[in-house]
C-alpha cells in the first residue's frame, strides 16, 4: 500500500503561484511515477502532469505548459507541482497519484487505472 497526502492548496489571486506537495508513505517511493490531476466543480477529473520514477521525464497537458513545474525529491518521499501564472480556470482540487506500469504518455487517458489517490487539495484561484 501507498498512502498519497496532499498539502499546499489555497486561495490565491490570477497571476499568483502556489507550490503543492505530495507526501508519500508505505511501500518504496522511488518505484513509482507520480503525477497530478485535477477537478474543477461539475468537470471529470482531468491529467495535468506526471514524473517517471527517477524524475528524468515529465508530460504535462497543454493547458500547463510553461506555467507549471512537477518535479520529485525520492529521498524526502515528495512530489511537488509548482503553479505560476495561475489562472481561474486552474481552479479545481488537484490529486497526487501513484502508478508503477501506466506508461505516463499514457496517464492522461488512463487515470482510472491508477493505484493510488490522495484525498486532494483544494487551489482556487480569483480573478
Known amino acids: 500500500q501507498v498512502q498519497l497526502v496532499e498539502s499546499g492548496g489555497g486561495l490565491v489571486q490570477a497571476g499568483g503561484s502556489l507550490r503543492l506537495s505530495c507526501a508519500a508513505s508505505?511501500?518504496?517511493?522511488?518505484?513509482?511515477?507520480m503525477g497530478w490531476f485535477r477537478q474543477a466543480p461539475g468537470k471529470e477529473r482531468e491529467f495535468v502532469a506526471a514524473?517517471?520514477?527517477?524524475?528524468?521525464?515529465?508530460y504535462y497537458t497543454d493547458s500547463v505548459k510553461g506555467r507549471f513545474t512537477i518535479s520529485r525529491d525520492n529521498a524526502k518521499n515528495t512530489v511537488y507541482l509548482q503553479m505560476n501564472s495561475l489562472k481561474p480556470e486552474d481552479t479545481a482540487v488537484y490529486y497526487c497519484a501513484a502508478d508503477p506500469d501506466i506508461p505516463l504518455s499514457s496517464w492522461a487517458d488512463h487515470y482510472y487505472g491508477m493505484d493510488y489517490w490522495g484525498k486532494g487539495t483544494l487551489v482556487t484561484v480569483s480573478s
Open positions: 514524473i517517471s520514477r527517477s524524475g528524468s521525464s515529465t
Open positions: 508505505g511501500r518504496t517511493f522511488s518505484l513509482y511515477d
